[in-house]
């Protein structure tokens, strides 16, 4: 059992009050939700320090809980929800971001069922292959990489792994090279590669409750400023992460105007 949480902020730079954005007939946030519901999760709650959003919640019969307006990160927030519902330290928390409508409910069992099944990971997440040369080198696209045991080495906004020699990596079934900007299918059998293909961070989190209660008080990271990249806090304290790739593709959340409407478009084709 796990409870899921999700962080819902009405300000956004790109696309100012972002979770009450219509998708189809529904506000953003009310997608996510239901969503959400449809997991195995106990218990499912939007976070927010807005009471715009906290009535948008309640109208459609959402649970919705207000937190303080001081959070640098969303973590940050989640940690107090944790709090106020006094959930204990074993306790399973999954992280699915306020921006993701479309986010497969199957996907946000199996981060619960991952950092379950691995007790020495601090927390767990996915990742899924990046197929278009566009996406390896938008900074915008977070990239990892894990270890033989799949746990991360490191998260970046970089090209990581760099492929300094120039060989062809490997995308699914298709071979290709970084430097070109088409997909061409090779059945040589003596054709180079590292058989290594570049992982999208998907950006949902299953934490325990214990690391909720230590992460806030580790000051942020060098990296994790550097980066913008809050779960680099983790890894600078020595905790572990887990990743594996996602069962499902999660389409990408909506940051722009155009994120907006390419998600309108994804569900009027459906």
Not at 29 to 47: G, L, P
Not at 149 to 172: C, N, Q, W
Not at 218 to 227: K, T
């Amino acid at each position: 059992m796990f409870t899921v949480i999700i962080p819902s902020r009405y300000s956004s730079t790109r696309l100012p009050g972002k979770p009450l954005a219509i998708i189809g007939d529904k506000p953003m946030i009310q997608h996510v939700y239901e969503r959400a519901q449809q997991s195995d999760a106990a218990k499912v709650v939007v976070a927010t320090d807005d009471q715009r959003i906290v009535d948008a919640v309640k109208v459609f019969g959402g649970e919705v809980c207000m937190t303080a307006s001081t959070h640098v990160s969303g973590t940050d927030r989640i940690h107090e929800v944790s709090r106020i519902y006094g959930l204990a330290d074993d306790e399973i928390v999954v992280n699915v971001q306020g921006d993701e409508p479309l986010i497969p409910p199957a996907v946000i069992n199996q981060v619960a069922d991952n950092l379950y099944q691995h007790s020495s990971a601090m927390a767990a997440t996915l990742s899924e292959f990046i197929d278009d040369i566009e996406d390896y080198r938008n900074p915008n696209i977070v990239k990892v990489v894990a270890d033989n045991s799949g746990y991360a080495l490191y998260f970046s906004r970089a090209t990581i792994p760099f492929y300094r020699d120039g060989k062809p990596f490997v995308i699914g079934s298709a071979i290709r090279n970084p430097t070109e900007s088409t997909i061409e299918n090779d059945d040589d059998e003596n054709a180079t590669g590292n058989n290594l293909s570049p992982q999208r961070h998907i950006g949902i989190y299953a934490y325990r409750v214990s690391l909720l209660n230590q992460f806030i008080k580790w000051p942020i990271a060098a990296l994790e400023a550097v980066e913008s990249l809050e779960q680099l806090r983790i890894l600078a304290n020595g905790g572990k992460i887990h990743i594996s790739e996602a069962i499902e593709a999660v389409p990408g959340g909506i940051d722009t105007p155009e994120d907006l409407e390419r998600i309108n478009l994804l569900l009027s084709e459906k």
